[in-house]
């Protein structure tokens, strides 16, 4: 299994004290030792940091845990390998091009039989299931539409689409095109909203602690996604289970489906 | 303009020395500095670092001037903007998946009216005219092919690809799907074959030296190219313009065209 973190926010955010606790589960805290990468967006432009190494010991997550990159939607994964070797090509987050736009995606969980789903335009460049699978869901929202679709019909097609690979096993995901931090779950996924008055909150890996009062304005908003709590003195709450969730500029969206 | 880096190897290779060069020239030695990028291959995985800021004073280029990642291919770019506003999202080198490859390019030049050559499937992020060249030119491909085809097929497809989208104007470029270190320059591109017995050389843009026999073994073979050579005490020559050159496995392949 493995660990996922994704982060939604309204002004271009710095990640690394949740990226710390998610980076010492990488061998460190936790025994997802078998890669880790972190995708940050900055506007239309996405960039991917990806090592097979462990986090815990990567010299380049040290360098992201020092380094303020500031974004408006982070995906970061820690791997224990269970389908795909250990290999630069099987490390989340996986991205593609569609419609202009970079897709983020990455994956917990096992999925039976995605394999023999067959793929059209979007191929894996290594042996994962979670690739496949991405890739699938990609082919089929490209079959389903032409051009960018509407929000609203976007995550229409996205929370199906996910439901029907959730039947396959364990489809915990986070994904997104530059917009919006896309998170479906079908096992366990947990989120935070922060906003003002902003508090105090310790690491749950490490006695790291911040007053996020410090570092933000009173019209901030940050939601995180994680799969498991990152810090032990703020509320985390579950995410619906079967079920699309969609955070746009720092808050979950709350839409009749 | 730009410049360009690339290299092809035998065996996984340390770029830090031909780097250490190149991203100097992003702001320090050269007026490049309007961001830069690089991509490793490790077999069919890839990974890129992008970063808008110059990379003369860039904190991820600082890291991977010290840290040691071994790569059998590498193309990496130091951007001067022209066409695209400095982003992120129009930093090269570009990626794409094309039958499950990944697919990595990197242009220095302009080409008047590429935006009007229509795209089908592969379609820019960002608004370089580079980006656009980089997918009309892979979905050219896609269409003459529908699985990888064989070496020589591809390199007659990418050079008549690429002598079309040279006639728009300057098109000095690397390209790569991780098993070949594609070059095509109708303006100027240097080269040079390392392999035993090797010897000192010199960076033009420092005073850092290295003795490449410490750092190889008697069978190794590396190839880099580049915009301007990169050192002073050895000869670099000059591609053939208006031609692809294919390099694989460190050796420039000559092949009757």
């Known amino acids: 299994m493995c660990e996922l973190m994704g982060m939604s926010a309204n002004v271009p955010t710095d990640v690394r004290f949740s990226f710390s ?11 997802h030792r078998d890669g880790w990468g972190i995708a940050f967006y900055e506007g239309r432009g996405a960039r991917a940091f990806h090592d097979p190494q462990p986090s815990a010991e990567s010299e380049i997550a040290r360098l992201l845990r020092s380094y303020p990159l500031k974004s408006e939607i982070v995906i970061a994964h820690v ?23 970079a897709w983020t995606f990455a994956h917990n969980g096992q999925l039976k ?12 460049i290594g042996t994962t299931d979670s690739e496949h699978a991405f890739c699938w ?8 539409f032409e051009n960018l679709p509407a929000e609203a019909a976007l995550e229409r097609a996205l929370g199906s689409l996910c439901r029907d690979l959730g039947d396959l096993g364990i489809f915990n995901i986070l994904l997104s095109e530059g917009r919006s931090l896309f998170a479906f ?3 366990k996924l947990f989120y935070i909203e922060r ?9 749950v890996d490490e006695d790291l602690r911040v007053d996020f009062s410090d570092e933000t304005t009173p019209t901030d908003r940050v939601a995180v996604v994680a799969s498991n709590p990152l810090t032990r003195d703020e509320t985390w709450s579950e995410l619906p289970l079967g079920q699309l969730s969609t955070f746009r500029a720092g808050s979950l969206q709350r839409r009749d489906r």
């Not at 606790?21 to 025994?31: D, E, F, K, Q």
């Not at 795909?84 to 090509?89: H, K, M, N, Y």
């Not at 869901?137 to 389903?144: F, H, K, V, Y």
């Open 195 to 203: 906003h003002a008055p902003f508090g105090v909150a310790t690491l």
């Open 21 to 31: 606790a998610l980076s010492r589960r990488g061998g460190g805290t936790g025994p």
């Open 79 to 101: 791997r224990r390998a269970n389908r795909g070797r250990v290999a630069l090509e099987n490390t989340h987050p996986f991205t593609r091009e569609l419609w202009g736009r």
């Open 113 to 124: 039989g995605v394999k023999r789903r067959p793929l059209d335009l979007f191929h894996p």
């Open 137 to 144: 869901l990609l082919g089929q929202l490209r079959a389903r």
């Open 185 to 187: 779950c079908n096992k």
